[in-house]
């Protein structure tokens, strides 16, 4: 099995380059962590992050053959070989195939990404009813492995300014809490031309999310809070 | 508790841009009925339909919509890909210059018919 693997130290490398590999390794019900795990074995100055090895810690987003995805739940069966594994795009490379991922933090700490109820503490839960809690499905799943901001042409345009659409799903998850109280500020910060209204619904993240997420709607549901409030 | 606020703006453009869009969504199969209603149409005609004020108002109603909704689509684009302020906000003038010209040439048009 061919893979290219993308390789760059910034402290010795004056730029990026691509290293073929060769793994022995029968493809059926392996996945692409699978591979990387071989090379590792023949060579250890390769840097990746993985943690789970099974889609749950969105640690091993990378950029498989063109398309974001997490290694560790990408089948190598149906891959063109040979295999371009590079780093997330547009976010600076510390080593190899690991990413800064400091800019996508810094948006998802932007939304609050935390119930906000200035009532004082029940004594044992603040309750929520089977609906409203159903509410939530599709937004509290996100494991932030970044496969969709980093797909987003907004995002790569405006790192530092558009919240990318992990960010967006997880502010889109606080508003509709029926626990959270800090709505309308949430929307006040939403509202900007930069925050939110750099998606112009390209529709990459629904693409590429490995959670079968769909920020895009969550972002259409905050516009659609945004002119209910304005009118 | 506005402390941590945004811009407070692209909302109003957001939504200018979809209510121009509806007024062409409206407009446009409108006016190819009024046109099939008056077929066969010769360029007498054709000038005829712009004749009643209505037909005139509506028409540039339209064109004022579909220029507002592409300058608002540039703006995107260029806020997009334009990162230097002095010649995107040069470029915002420009077109927005450019499509009042259309404007007024689209209402020059409507009223040198009659």
Known sequence: MHLRVYRYNPETDAKPRMQDYTVALEARGKMVLDALLAIKAQDDSLAFRRSCREGVCGSDGLNINGINALACVTPLTGLRQPIEIRPLPRLPVIRDLVVDLSQFYRHYRAVKPYLINLDPEPERERLQSPAERAELDGLYECILCACCTTACPSFWWNPKRFLGPAALLQACRFITDSRDQATEERLDFLEDPYRLFRCHAIMNCVEVCPKGLNPTAAIGKIKALLVKRAL | ?114
């Open chain 2, 1 to 114: 508790m506005r402390t941590v606020a945004g811009a407070r703006r692209g909302l109003d453009l957001w939504l200018w841009q979809r209510a121009s869009a509806v007024v062409m969504a409206l407009y446009l199969p409108a006016f190819a009925l009024y046109a099939a209603i008056h077929a066969p149409l010769d360029y007498t005609a054709w000038r005829g339909l712009f004749d009643p004020l209505i037909v005139k108002l509506a028409t540039l109603i339209f064109i004022a919509a579909a220029l507002l909704h592409a300058w608002i689509g540039l703006r995107e684009i260029l806020i997009d890909y334009v990162h230097v302020l002095g010649l995107r906000l040069a470029l915002y003038l420009a077109f927005g210059l450019l499509y009042a010209g259309c404007l007024l040439w689209a209402a020059a048009i409507l009223w040198g018919t009659a």
